[in-house]
């Protein structure tokens, strides 16, 4: 079966220091691969996906980026975070058009 | 960008009663798919509906697809403590994307 993994659970972090979040996918080959952002309740803002390795598409403009080194591998950095950078970070793997996604536990990430 | 706007974006009720969340939008999507998302986690698919018109059941819980495929209601009949969350819907808008409501966030009092 399909798992995904996300991780750190929680990240505390100070203003200007870089960023890397991993999320990693087993159970399925080429999967589309997503980095949503959700503010406290709310919901979803996608801010990257990918549809093969190398490939990234950029929602918003923004101080974050990602990339795709391996087919079942996605990552969000930044090299300098901002105070508006603290939410819920999310990953997901889905098979695009009405195929679901499925999401993993998230990440916590708060800016001091 | 297509938009869905969901409504209401709070709901507090007491257990037994029935309610509707609604998800609507001025574009037409290929598919809609509700979402039920626990603190703490990710959102976990509830029901797709892909057809105009279409009606699907989930024990307690109805889905429907407008005619129009514009919109999308969520009917709770019987709320249980247990239906305590935050729903989202989601539409597909193509290029392997989806766009997802703001959520309602469900409570049900014991």
């Known amino acids: 079966s399909q798992t995904i993994h996300q991780w750190p659970a929680t990240l505390v972090q100070p203003v200007g220091s870089p960023l890397s979040l991993e999320c990693t996918v087993e159970?399925?080959?080429?999967?589309?691969l997503y980095w949503y952002r959700q503010a406290a309740g709310r919901g979803l803002q996608l801010l990257f996906y990918?549809?093969?390795?190398?490939?990234i598409s950029s929602e918003v403009p923004q101080n974050l980026s990602a990339s795709r080194p391996q087919d079942r591998q996605f990552i969000l950095s930044s090299k300098k975070l901002l105070l508006s950078d603290s939410g819920f970070y999310l990953c997901?793997?889905?098979?695009?058009?009405?195929?679901?996604?499925?999401f993993g536990d998230g990440t916590r990430l708060s800016i001091l | 960008t297509q938009l869905l706007e969901q409504s209401p974006q709070f709901l507090s009720i007491q257990e037994g009663e029935n309610l509707t969340v609604y998800c609507n939008s001025s574009?037409?999507?290929?598919?809609l798919q509700w979402y039920r998302q626990e603190p703490g986690e990710g959102p976990v698919l509830l029901v797709t509906?892909?057809?105009?018109?279409e009606v699907k059941k989930l024990k307690r819980l109805t889905f429907q697809f407008g005619d129009a495929r514009k919109d999308s209601s969520l009917h709770i009949t019987a709320a249980q403590p247990g239906d305590t969350g935050l729903y989202l819907c989601?539409?597909?808008?193509?290029?392997?994307?989806?766009?997802f409501g703001q959520g309602t966030r469900l409570t049900i009092n014991p």
């Open positions: 509906v892909v057809t105009g018109g």
């Open positions: 989601a539409g597909d808008e193509g290029a392997q994307k989806l766009v």
């Open positions: 997901a793997w889905g098979g695009g058009g009405n195929q679901p996604q499925h």
């Open positions: 574009s037409v999507f290929s598919s």
């Open positions: 990918s549809v093969g390795i190398g490939q």
């Open positions: 159970g399925t080959s080429n999967p589309n």
